[in-house]
């Protein structure tokens, strides 16, 4: 089973997507998830992913992701959370390092996978 995060961009326009990804796959939607990080001057910032069930007879888990751009209390985040719970699920939120402390996206990914599979909100690996 392949598990990786495709990023949408940086949370303004790209959480539309990430809506309308959630409305049109439904059936396939698993959960919704908020990442809670600091910026720089440390002020919370914010990102939201939901994650699909692997299409058809593949072995993908695709991860979609508005990464480290959304700001707590925004109609951004209502938007998402609002997909979220007319798809069936709660987001779930959870505190993590950003991204920015390492070296490059895909390390960054490989941290977050590893926290979703450790609590049993991505399957483990077959």
Do not use: W
């Amino acid at each position: 089973m392949n598990q990786r995060f495709i990023e949408l961009g940086e949370g303004f326009g790209d959480v539309f997507e990430l809506c309308e990804l959630i409305r049109t796959n439904a059936a396939r939607f698993t959960n919704g998830f908020i990442f809670a990080s600091e910026n720089p001057d440390g002020k919370p910032i914010l990102s939201v992913a939901a994650a699909f069930s692997p299409g058809g007879d593949s072995n993908f888990t695709p991860i979609y992701i508005c990464r480290e751009g959304i700001q707590p209390e925004s109609k951004r985040l209502r938007m998402a959370i609002e997909s979220m719970q007319a798809a069936g699920k709660e987001p779930i939120s959870l505190d993590v390092k950003p991204s920015r402390l390492f070296a490059d996206k895909e390390l960054y990914y490989s941290y977050l996978i590893g926290i979703l599979r450790l609590n049993h909100f991505l399957p483990p690996l077959r």
